[in-house]
């Protein structure tokens, strides 16, 4: 017969306050995260200088090329990325990478990467490097995106 541990149970009501509230602390950055990365797709690719930096790796495949961010770069004056120095190996190991894949100078995707894992505030690092993209709907060298209905067909 099961009988319940009330020093367990105590333990876990505790912790419950305290890991709504470190919820609580993420859930703004990890909307800064989305929202800039649906923003960004179909923009043009010079948008990215503008609101993140210097890409600290270029991979060209196909036709396509894809930039790389990681918050372990370091920022300029004006808060955007630099190449150089590059981070360290270490740093780069648990920061929020970002891998952006242009076509046609449009950037057709957007992933990251939160290599420190999504606990204890490092969110915010992934935040910090595309905060400046959220709100890119209204830039004039984004792309026109087709309206597209709820249930995935083109309105005309």
């Known amino acids: ?10 333990a876990i009501l505790a912790a419950a306050p305290l890991t709504a509230a470190l919820a609580g602390c993420g859930a703004p950055h990890l909307a800064t ?5 649906h923003s960004l797709i ?3 690719a010079a948008v990215l200088a503008h609101c993140i930096g210097e890409p600290l790796a270029v991979y060209a495949h196909g036709d ?3 930039r790389v961010y ?5 920022r300029g004056a004006d808060g955007r990325l630099r190449t150089t120095p590059a981070p360290s190996e270490r740093a780069n190991s648990s920061a ?12 057709v995707a957007v992933r990251s990467d939160n290599r420190a894992g999504w606990g204890f505030g490092s969110i915010r690092h992934c935040a910090a490097v595309v905060e ?7 830039n ?9 209905d709820t249930d995935g067909e083109m309105k005309l």
């Not at 995260?33 to 990365?37: G, K, T």
């Not at 990681?70 to 370091?74: C, N, Y």
């Not at 400046?132 to 209204?138: L, V």
């Not at 004039?140 to 597209?148: D, G, K, Q, S």
């Open 140 to 148: 004039p060298l984004r792309a026109p995106v087709p309206p597209v």
């Open 132 to 138: 400046r993209c959220k709100d890119q709907r209204s």
């Open 64 to 66: 396509a090329a894809t």
């Open 96 to 107: 929020c990478v970002f891998e952006i894949t242009i076509r046609r100078s449009r950037i």
């Open 42 to 44: 179909g923009q043009d």
């Open 33 to 37: 995260v989305r929202s800039a990365e």
């Open 1 to 10: 017969m099961f009988r319940p541990n009330p020093a367990a149970f105590a």
């Open 70 to 74: 990681s918050s372990a770069q370091i």
